[in-house]
């Protein structure tokens, strides 16, 4: 992708350089609201239903869902992006039904914080390693993104180079303002991001004739039925190239990845812990969750419209990009090619925030380091920092967006989700099973990639369906391997909880203060009345 070319470029630089200048501007502004971890890690939980929406939606529409779905949805139509949108909004629902409303009730800082109530020491910190992960990973995925747009507006500029200065840009806004910077930005930038993406749309579907158009566009580069999302396991191409059990297992797995891997996430649940009541916090996450998929679909959509238009196209990783440039006039390209990189930092100082909050609120207490509030935030900002460098590093070693973005949340399906949702509606769920969970899930999950990768389950290994491309063998092998890994950590869970119950008792579920919660499950469920999300609360009303 080389926009150096673009008889427009400098309004793309022009328009990019404003919405960097205004991200550090409410950093800075934002600094000043800050008086303790409260305040940075969940915006003083004061945030309305809008901003719960908004920022969820603004913080899940990245790299993977406009690039890397859009240059999918090109190569493998609907079948290829399960993982997201699908999945993603699959997790939001799914959040906010089960799992939002005690999160807000229990008033948590932190997504590890459950764990440490529900469990104790050895699970925080198995949480607190995975969520660093995580985290690690995907700050990477929304870095080598927005590398990869500065190396097209400037060639000359490596690759490295781009990472690195808008990692060190996001770094330092973030380090300033915390949550409430970067709620206000993310429900700035969403009009931008979700405007242009349907201004693309409605371009490209204008040049392919229409919704009849659309509609009857019959393949894309690599598969015969663009808008299933079922396997075509009696055809020609099978789910993403396999069939069988290992096309079955692929398909399953990409539903899960993301729309249960992304539950037990802390970026999620620190915006729903922002939220200014229980109500709020789950008619926000509803909210977000159809934001992202009225949205989230046209990046595919866009993908296999351009087939349609160019089938040709010399890099599919540049589609969306390509068709701004191609259909769309320069200054709504500007507009979006800037909103664009700005949703790649919204997603990225989210990413940095919600690893850096666990460091602190979790890993330091657990080894001695007691902290006043002053020195929270303070120590915040510094993981920020650190937090940015690591994912620089990952970026640069692997430069690779929606399969970083995917594997991030697959890290979480097979070690973190089982303790999480068993903790929540098992009494028997103990941290003896949760740490068992959590160790086989990941075993499991290592030895079956090797399994899939050199010999295959039920099929080719993936390095023969791959024709020996290594990176794709790979990807794929992680992927496949992920499911079964995920069905071993709930059984590691049930036996091992059942087998050690005398010897490690389940702990109740306490809020933030230690205090028991209500235990009846029906009370978790975000079955909550929409009115107490929309109405005007005084402050006195806000759950604190």
């Not at 929406?53 to 949805?73: D, Q, R």
């Not at 290992?246 to 922002?274: C, E, H, K, N």
């Not at 949205?295 to 068709?323: C, E, Q, R, T, Y």
């Not at 075993?443 to 010999?455: D, E, M, N």
Request: with cysteine.
């Amino acid at each position: 992708m080389d926009l150096s070319g673009y008889e427009y470029v400098w309004l793309i630089v022009i328009f990019i350089v404003g919405f960097f200048a205004v991200r550090m501007g409410v950093g800075i502004w934002a600094s000043r609201k800050v008086s303790n971890a409260a305040d940075y890690i969940v915006a003083g939980r004061s945030l309305p239903i809008y901003m719960i929406g908004a920022s969820v939606m603004a913080t899940w529409f990245a790299a993977e869902t406009l690039m890397g779905a859009s240059s999918t949805g090109f190569q493998y139509g609907f079948q290829g992006v399960i993982f997201d949108p699908f999945g993603a909004a699959a997790c939001l629902f799914l959040s906010g039904f089960f799992f939002t409303r005690l999160m807000r009730r229990a008033r948590y800082l932190t997504v590890v914080d459950f764990f440490e109530h529900r469990y104790g020491k050895g699970m925080t910190i198995l949480a607190s390693i995975a969520q660093l992960m995580t985290y690690f990973v995907w700050t990477g995925a929304q870095m080598v993104a927005a590398g990869t747009i500065v190396n097209a507006l400037f060639p000359s500029v490596p690759l490295e180079v781009g990472m690195i200065l808008v990692a060190v840009w996001v770094s330092g806004y973030t380090m300033l303002g915390g949550m409430l910077a970067d709620t206000l930005l993310d429900f700035i930038q969403m009009f931008f991001t979700a405007g242009g993406m349907a201004l693309i749309f409605g371009y490209v579907l204008y040049q392919v004739g229409g919704l009849d158009g659309l509609l009857s566009i019959s393949s894309t580069m690599y598969n015969p039925k663009p808008f299933t999302l079922l396997p075509d396991m009696g055809g020609e191409a099978g789910y993403l190239g396999y069939f069988g059990s290992m096309g079955w297992m692929y398909w399953i797995a990409a539903w899960l990845s993301v729309g249960l891997g992304s539950v037990p996430t802390q970026d999620l649940f620190q915006r729903s812990m922002s939220a200014r009541n229980e109500s709020t916090a789950v008619w926000g996450t509803y909210l977000a969750g159809v934001l992202y998929l009225v949205f989230g679909i046209m990046s595919p959509l866009v993908g296999i419209m351009m087939f349609k238009l160019n089938p040709a196209f010399a890099n599919p990783d540049g589609v969306l990009v390509g068709a701004a440039l191609l259909y769309v006039p320069p200054v709504l390209t500007a507009i979006f090619m800037a909103a664009l990189a700005s949703a790649l930092m919204s997603t990225a100082d989210s990413s940095l925030l919600a690893g850096a909050s666990v460091v602190t609120q979790n890993l330091f207490p657990l080894f001695g380091k007691k902290l006043d509030p002053k020195d929270e935030v303070k120590w915040t900002r510094i993981m920020v920092g650190i937090n940015g460098f690591i994912g620089i590093v990952i970026a640069v070693s692997a430069s690779v967006i929606y399969e970083l973005g995917v594997v991030a949340w697959t890290l979480l399906l097979v070690g973190l989700f089982v303790p999480f949702a068993f903790g929540m509606y098992w009494k028997k769920a103990n941290q003896s099973g949760g740490m068992a969970a959590f160790l086989g899930g990941f075993a499991t999950w290592g030895l079956l990639t090797w399994v899939a990768y050199s010999f295959g389950m039920g099929g080719d290994s993936t390095m023969v369906v791959c024709a020996g491309d290594f990176d794709c063998a790979f990807w794929d092998a992680v992927y496949i391997a992920s499911l079964p890994a995920f069905l071993a950590s709930m059984a590691f869970m049930v036996v091992v909880s059942l087998a050690t119950q005398k010897a490690d008792a389940p702990k109740p579920i306490t809020d933030v203060d230690g205090n028991l919660m209500d235990t009846n499950p029906f009370h978790f469920l975000g079955i909550m009345p929409i009115k107490d999300a929309l109405r005007k609360l005084r402050p006195e009303e806000y759950d604190k």
